[in-house]
């Protein structure tokens, strides 16, 4: 068993000898708390912003993984979601899907359809999963498409904004109150 050292002991500085006081808080003084500005989209964790036509925000990962199922993206997110589906790219999913190489051209031309929407970025560097983080911090119209497990970790943070993935073989939904079409786990 181990022993302490006393107080006395010649080896403890002489300002550490004193038995330390601990400061008690004040019941009587005003304590101030910064809190996180509330979204007004939300209704008790309910966003008003999504309704159909809905805003989905896609991530690289997302569009290999539906070209790896043979998925076609905006057909499966309307039987995902029952309604219509405006699918947005920004620029750092673009670079990436550029930077990849040949190996994924056939995801770069899917993309390149002019029925994808391209949101431009004013950021520097081109790391698509703090991009999309960012954008739906600031507005929370968007569903965010992705399949990657630490994008899917910081997305759920940001209360009311909806995730979509792919698992069997087809596009679901989670954190969306009205997801029908979504299957059930």
Known sequence: MKRMISLKDTRIKKQNREAKKRNKP????????EVPQASTALFLSYNEQ???????L????????????KLDIIKSMMECLLAKCTPY?????????????????VALRIVKD??????????????????????ITESK?????????????RVRKVPGVPIMYITGHRFSI?????????PRF
């Open 26 to 33: 004040d019941p009587q003084s005003v304590k101030i708390r």
């Open 58 to 69: 896609l991530d690289t990962n997302f569009i290999n993984f539906s070209i790896t199922n």
């Open 141 to 153: 119209c968007y569903i965010v498409a992705t399949c990657d497990k630490e994008l899917k970790r």
């Open 89 to 105: 790219i920004s620029d750092c999913v673009m670079a990436e899907l550029e930077k990849l190489g040949r190996k994924y051209r």
């Open 174 to 182: 989670e954190r969306m109150p009205e997801a029908y079409g979504a």
């Open 50 to 56: 999504l309704g159909p036509p809905y805003h989905v």
């Open 114 to 135: 002019p029925r994808f929407e391209r949101l431009t970025c004013c950021h520097k560097g081109t790391y698509a999963d703090d991009c999309i983080v960012q954008r």
